[in-house]
């Protein structure tokens, strides 16, 4: 018990994103994505047609990993910020204010989108509001929070993660997109568990 509890005081969050490049980031290849940069701290992924998007280019965990952000909507009217990270032998992608705006949720469980599986839930986010966000991923579980409410928490055990069909999979292998709006991610870090 000891150790375990040492190896979790050792644990430490490691930044992703330098705040003023887009070293160990590179953009996503979605057809016709809009000009990837960073601005004031943040990586800036502008409306696309009609997505934009970055991938991380170093090594992640498959699972008992967190990842934590910070991300704001632009303009636009969809999802901003949505990550596509892995989960054991699979990937899936948190959707972040999808299908007009106010859905998030995993997409997939057991083929089913966020729009119509048990993670669906309604968050409203402001024009130019930053939150933030954070997703730990075990070998039996999501859970998710938004600025500390809890928003995801479901069990994987035994369920199919897949993407969503269609242009997410140049998310792969974690990756931040936006759909026909723009949005601004800072704060990136990854927290390891032994």
Not at 18 to 24: E, P
Request: glycine share 12%.
């Amino acid at each position: 018990m000891h150790s375990l509890l040492l190896c979790l005081a050792l644990a430490q969050w490691q930044p992703l994103f330098d705040g003023v490049s887009l070293k160990g980031w590179r953009a996503a290849e979605f057809p016709n994505g809009g000009a990837v940069k960073v601005e004031n701290g943040a990586i800036v992924l502008p409306p696309g047609g009609p997505m934009t998007g970055v991938n991380y280019t170093g090594a992640l965990p498959s699972t008992n990993y967190e990842i934590r952000f910070e991300a704001a909507r632009l303009q636009g009217n969809d999802f901003f910020a949505s990550l596509t990270f892995p989960a054991g032998g699979a990937h899936a992608t948190w959707v972040t204010g999808g299908w007009g705006g106010d859905i998030i949720g995993i997409s997939s469980i057991d083929g089913w989108d966020a729009s119509d599986n048990e993670t669906r839930a309604y968050f409203m986010f402001e024009t130019g509001r930053w939150y933030r966000f954070r997703l730990q991923v075990s070998d039996d579980r999501l859970r998710a929070w938004i600025d500390d409410e809890p928003v995801i928490n479901v069990v994987i055990t035994g369920r199919q993660l897949s993407l969503r069909p269609g242009p997410t999979k140049y998310s792969l292998p974690f990756g931040f997109a936006a759909y026909n709006t723009a949005g601004s991610i800072r704060r990136v870090e990854l927290l390891v568990k032994k």
